[in-house]
């Protein structure tokens, strides 16, 4: 079955540190990949996206992530963290079997300790 | 401003008794989507629409409907619900379907009792 996985549940971090947020993935074929983000009490927000091409994406606020074919991943870092970071992160992929659906994992929160 | 936009923002009833969740969006869009939020569940799909009488299931279709009638409009239907569907649902839109960035509705939280 395709799927995605993040597998921390929460991720701290120092203001000024670098962050990483772990994505990988089922599917078959080529994947499209995104991240979102949801701050508290609003709705999901696009950060980026790996369609084809240059494994390094660059996105929204200062975020960046990179696809890795050979690990199944796409994890999400920053070089930075600000407090202002602190949100739910979702990664996502398109289900490859056919259909126009997306799949989701169950996120991660980023905790950024001033 | 574009936007998705759903009603009612909350929303507490009880079992049985059939509610709609609005959903609509000023882009012309194409593809429109509903998910559910559970904690530790993340995001799941339950419907989406790739244009107007377009409709096919997400991965947790089961106990709702769904119409797209009008390209702009994408109702959410619980006939008979359940304690089990008390969840925060989002409705989504693209200008068409995958790889399009999705923009998402500021959710509804619904409890059923």
């Known amino acids: 079955a395709q799927s995605v996985a993040q597998p921390e549940d929460q991720v701290n971090v120092a203001e000024g540190n670098p962050l990483t947020v772990k994505c990988t993935y089922s599917v078959s074929g080529n994947p499209y990949l995104f991240w979102y983000v949801q701050y508290p009490n609003r709705g999901l927000q696009f950060l980026l996206k790996?369609?084809?091409?240059?494994?390094l994406v660059k996105g929204s606020y200062g975020f960046e992530a990179e696809f890795n074919k050979s690990q199944t991943s796409f994890h999400l870092k920053k070089p930075s963290a600000l407090v202002s970071d602190s949100a739910l992160y979702f990664c996502a992929v398109r289900d490859t079997g056919g259909t126009y659906k997306y799949i989701f994992g169950t996120g991660t929160r980023l905790k950024v300790l001033a | 401003e574009a936007q998705v936009t759903q009603n009612p923002r909350y929303l507490i009833t009880v079992t049985g008794k059939k509610l709609t969740v609005t959903c609509s969006q000023n882009m012309n869009h194409e593809y429109m989507s509903w998910y559910r939020q559970d904690p530790g569940l993340g995001l799941r799909q339950i419907y989406y629409?790739?244009?107007?009488?377009?409709?096919d299931k997400g991965d947790v279709p089961e106990g709702y409907k769904v119409s797209r009638k009008e390209k702009r409009n994408f109702p959410l239907i619980l006939e008979s619900p359940s304690p089990n569907q008390t969840s925060l649902y989002f409705c989504?839109?693209?200008?068409?379907?995958?790889?399009?960035?999705?923009?998402f509705g500021p959710g509804t939280r619904l409890t059923v009792l």
């Open positions: 989504a839109s693209s200008l068409q379907g995958p790889p399009d960035t999705q923009y």
């Open positions: 790996y369609i084809t091409g240059d494994n």
């Open positions: 629409s790739m244009n107007v009488e377009a409709t």
